[in-house]
């Protein structure tokens, strides 16, 4: 219980971290040295001590995305277990909260950009809502196929029922499609190669970094930060079904969550390594592939579970907190 | 029940009067709108009584039809549809006061209130009735209320048009409720809508059929849509508002008294329901998403938000069938929930693009921008309808989909997977293209620069058109924070619905809130969240240097609004990919040579049931028409052969009968 209350706090520090292994990854594969891993901390420190240039074209919805967008994130990672971790608030249905918590984010992200009237940063947004259109029903399938297996209808309690032996079960090896589906959301979400390229130069081939051209300062700073927060949402949820450690002792199942937060930002750094770019045409085929393997998990996932979990739903004992 | 008569009274003196004003805009508008306010006042009082627990008697009263009967009751599900009907038609009046003065010079204003304030009462009269004759009659009154109102500026073509296709569409609906009520009255013994026939199965399925049908239609499910993409735009604004946020409700409520009227249903009602709903939604979504007119975007957002009580409606029907009864109650429950949303969020939308259009002078998305500058209280109330209308905490639209989402992951853990998947497959769908296409309305029209000289030059509105608007946006951010105290005065209908035992009801359905709660809770949390988050970024900007500067633009010093996205080019990506369902029209003169000259593109989206179903249908039954055609040739002598050979046919008939 008490260490459910540090994964807020952990999480907050911790998360921009992710990107700097990224580049570091990176970096090594390429042969270079690299960026220090803690350098996201200096870039987000020296955004922090700015002032900001705003456009005479904006209004107050180009002030607000920032701040929506990072309010929005650190809602969704009040929800969010981290392994066998309880999260803060768990109720069922909580990843559909989840889900459009994050979907709040990306309606003032976007309409911030469309605040400037820049073709480039209209450009992006069009592009970030045909992703997110996308991968939303990927996503909610996802978890539902989990909560199919599992009998459960939060996130907390999803994660926790997700055994160390959550493979060998009946219907337990459909989960890997679920993972599948995963990994590629949280490549998409986050704005990463094969979908988008944060390191590209030219305005017009960048999704999510152009949205956010014209923010600067303390501003851009929040956005950053919010989107490392945002790799370390969605980074949980691919890890936590990834690398099921349960073992009851909370500091043991920490370090397993951490460690597989970790895995999941090297595995993206390789695939940036050794992957280009998709054609944007091809975008739309990987989503689609990912909500296809979703579907498909929902159908081969052992179907009704313990029956002993019917009535206890159906007698609604729904408690405010299901986390054991 | 008094009450609720003399609120239609009310409505009706209210219209008359205002009917008697006639071009003396300002006292028909004093009478119209007043009626409006007034009846609104005296009706609701009954309706919040009976969602709060204490009964009304039913009335009966003397009819002079021989057949029918003047009986009228309030029972919970009548009240939940009355409070939203009357409530959004007395915003709508406010607003109209406002609106409609530009118009009073070139037309007299007392027809528009008398249709106005008929169809605020016929519908109260639509949702009360207990005897199909009278529900008919109201309906009736409805429809041609509303058609009136549709063809108000009825020297334009395209006006004149949709209300044509208006008329003809809910008059073929009528045709398939004549037939339920026919078939329902035969069945019981009386046109009353009280004593439940008992149907055999068959027939029920029949009946059923029929009601999805002419309910649907005024519903507006697909392919029954047609109409609504054409009367929408055309009708003045705040009538588009009543006719989106209630009036097609009124085809959701005969779906539901049909339900509770036709006995435990099928499995195949709940799979015919849920179908209807996931392709009424996801289509709707998307041919909304190809529109540049912002009130005809708002009225395909229409059939995708009936689309969703639709799968609310099928799931709780699958979970009745298959006996899950929290699938059920979660499921009406949301269905219920979202028409009162649907009524707020549209209601807001549509009284926003009214005030656009009053502003700007024109509903072409295309020409708009910039316009939250130069309306601020308009710009930001819309923000707060789109965002609610996208489903997103803390506002209304999230809560009732979180109910419908919640009902399918209970129904795919208690062994229902398919319909479950469905259900949260085609939300999930529309979620994410609703944000696409209420980022672009939103972002389009209101933010960056405006793209034409009319958008430049627009003004906020007045004092009556801003407080019906704000009273809406606080009424989502109400439901959206107190979500489980509106639904717990709603435990009447639900229960109806869902057809479980009234003695144990109430406290599964208190229980089956409990997530709700939570998501009140967490919605505080948000909205704690961007307090300090706001707080925050206040505190990091203080005492620094802020400066003011162009858009960035690769660093060329003059940007012109024209270099915007528009609305076309930001919903291409997905038009492109789903234009198969969608067939949009492209017509480009790409430039050419050295020297181009002059190059153009435009886009034009169809609706593709009204081009490949209805066209084709309508012009071969003209056709079969034109066949006939030599028995009319205008000779007397004929006609009047005509009318003797029919009586001596009927006499004989009549001879061979006895």
Same mark, same amino acid.
């Given at each position: ?66 701040? @929506? ?68 029903? *990927? ?42 589906? %995963? ?35 303390? #501003? ?14 969605? &980074? ?8 099921? @450690? ?6 043991? #199942? ?49 179907? /009704?579970?313990? @029956? ?17 | ?35 409006? %306010? ?76 008398? =249709? ?14 207990? #005897? ?10 409805? /429809? ?14 395209? @006006? ?15 045709? =398939? ?15 009353? +809508? ?136 979660? &499921? ?76 399918? =992951? ?16 085609? %939300? ?62 709603? $435990? ?11 003695? $144990? ?28 988050? *706001?707080?925050?970024?206040?505190? +990091? ?103 003797? %050979? ?13």
């Amino acid at each position: 219980m008490q260490l459910s209350a540090l994964h807020l706090p952990l999480a907050l520090l911790g998360a921009p971290l992710l990107p700097g292994v990224i580049n570091r990854v990176k970096a090594f594969f390429a042969g270079r040295t690299g960026p220090s891993v803690l350098q996201p901390y200096l870039d987000l420190l020296k955004l922090l001590q700015k002032g900001a240039v705003y456009s005479r074209t904006t209004t107050w919805v180009f002030r607000a995305g920032p701040i @929506v967008a990072l309010a929005s994130t650190t809602a969704a990672l009040t929800l969010l277990p981290l392994g066998g971790l309880p999260a803060l608030l768990a109720f069922p249905g909580d990843l559909v909260f989840f889900a459009y918590v994050l979907a709040l984010g990306r309606f003032f992200t976007v309409a911030a950009a469309l605040d400037t009237g820049s073709a480039f940063e209209g450009m992006g947004a069009s592009r970030e809502v045909w992703f997110a259109a996308l991968s939303e029903p *990927a996503l909610l399938l996802g978890l539902a196929a989990m909560a199919r297996q599992t009998g459960k209808l939060s996130l907390t309690s999803l994660y926790a029922a997700l055994g160390p032996t959550v493979l060998l079960e009946p219907g337990g090896p459909a989960l890997l499609l679920v993972a599948a589906a %995963l990994l590629i959301i949280f490549l998409a979400e986050n704005s990463r190669i094969p979908f988008d390229d944060p390191n590209t130069h030219l305005e017009l081939t960048m999704i999510h970094e152009v949205m956010v051209l014209d923010h600067g300062g303390p #501003d851009f700073g929040l956005i950053q930060y919010a989107a490392a927060l945002k790799m370390w949402v969605l &980074g949980a949820l691919a890890s936590g079904l990834l690398l099921p @450690v349960r073992t009851g002792r909370p500091w043991l #199942d920490l370090l397993a969550g951490l460690c597989g937060l970790f895995a999941v930002a090297l595995f993206t750094g390789v695939v940036e390594s050794v992957m280009a770019r998709l054609r944007l045409t091809r975008v739309s085929q990987l989503l689609a592939a990912a909500a296809a393997f979703s579907v498909l998990a929902l159908m081969l996932v052992r179907s /009704a579970p313990a @029956v002993s979990e019917v009535p206890r739903v159906l007698s609604a004992r729904i408690s405010l907190r299901t986390a054991p | 029940m008094g009450s609720l008569l003399l609120a239609a009274g009310l409505l009706v003196l209210g219209g008359a009067a205002a009917l008697a004003a006639g071009r003396n805009a300002r006292w028909a508008s004093f009478f119209g709108a007043g009626g409006a %306010l007034l009846g609104a006042c005296v009706g609701i009082i009954p309706a919040v009584a009976v969602l709060a627990g204490r009964p009304v008697q039913p009335l009966r009263l003397a009819w002079g039809l021989p057949i029918g009967a003047f009986s009228l009751a309030l029972d919970p599900l009548s009240a939940f549809f009355v409070v939203p009907i009357l409530g959004l038609c007395a915003l709508a009046a406010v607003y109209g006061t406002e609106y409609l003065k530009p118009y009073a010079p070139r037309r007299p204003l007392g027809a528009c209130w008398f =249709f106005f304030d008929l169809l605020a009462a016929s519908m109260l009269i639509v949702v009360v009735a207990r #005897d199909s004759v009278l529900f008919l009659i109201a309906w009736e009154v409805m /429809a041609l209320a509303s058609y009136f109102l549709v063809t108000f500026e009825d020297e334009k073509e395209s @006006v004149r048009q949709a209300g044509w296709t208006y008329l003809v569409a809910t008059h073929l609906g009528t045709v =398939f409720l004549l037939l339920f009520f026919m078939l329902l009255a035969r069945e019981g013994g009386s046109t009353s +809508l009280s004593a439940v026939p008992v149907l055999s199965a068959r027939l029920a399925s029949v009946a059923f059929a029929l009601a999805l049908i002419g309910f649907g239609t005024k519903a507006g499910f697909i392919p029954m849509h047609v109409w609504l993409p054409e009367a929408h735009p055309a009708a003045p604004s705040h009538v588009s508002a009543v006719m989106s946020g209630v009036m097609i409700k009124t085809g959701i409520y005969g779906l539901m008294r049909a339900l509770t009227m036709l006995g435990a249903p099928p499995v195949w009602w709940g799979w015919c329901l849920v179908g209807v709903g996931a392709v009424s939604g996801i289509l709707g979504v998307l041919f909304a998403l190809a529109q540049h007119d912002l009130k005809r975007l708002l009225a395909y957002h229409s059939v995708e938000n009936i689309g969703i009580i639709a799968l609310g409606l099928g799931v709780g029907m699958l979970g009745r069938a298959h006996g899950l009864p929290l699938v059920a109650m979660l &499921g009406f429950g949301g269905a219920l929930l979202h028409v009162l949303n649907h009524a707020l969020f549209k209601g807001l939308l549509f009284l926003g693009a009214g005030s656009v259009l009053h502003g700007a002078g024109t509903r072409d998305m295309e020409h708009l921008g910039g316009l939250l500058k130069r309306m601020p209280w308009t710009g930001t109330c819309f923000l707060i309808g789109a965002a609610a209308i996208c489903g997103l905490p803390p506002l209304n639209g999230f809560v009732s989909e979180f109910l419908i989402y919640l009902a399918a =992951f209970c129904a795919v853990v208690q062994g229902q997977a398919f319909g479950g998947a469905i259900v949260i497959a085609a %939300l999930a769908l529309i979620g994410g293209l609703a944000l696409a296409c209420f980022t672009k309305a939103f972002g389009v029209v209101f933010l960056g620069e405006p793209r034409g000289e009319k958008a430049a030059q627009a003004h906020e509105c007045g004092v009556a058109m801003r407080l019906s608007m704000a009273v809406l946006a606080a009424g989502c951010l109400f439901v959206g924070l107190f979500g489980p105290l509106v639904l717990s005065w709603s $435990d009447g209908p639900v229960g109806q619905l869902a057809g479980l035992p009234p003695a $144990d009801f109430p406290d599964s359905w208190q229980t089956a809130l409990m997530p709700l709660c939570s998501v009140s809770a967490g919605a505080a949390v948000l909205l704690g969240l961007l307090l300090l988050a *706001a707080a925050l970024r206040a505190w +990091l900007q203080r005492g620094r240097e802020i400066g003011r500067g162009l858009t960035w633009g690769c660093g060329y010093a003059a940007p012109s609004a024209r270099m915007q996205y528009t609305a076309s080019s930001f919903a291409q990506p997905i038009t492109g990919l789903f234009s198969f369902f969608l067939r949009t029209r492209e017509r480009a003169v790409d430039p050419e040579g050295y020297f181009p000259g002059p190059a153009s593109y435009a886009t034009e989206t169809p609706d593709v049931f009204r081009e490949g179903l209805y066209r084709p249908a309508f012009e071969g039954a003209l056709k079969t028409a034109l066949r006939l055609r030599w028995l009319q040739h205008g000779r007397i002598q004929l006609y009047v052969l005509y009318i003797a %050979l029919t009586l001596l046919v009927l006499l004989v008939w009549r001879l061979g009968c006895s």
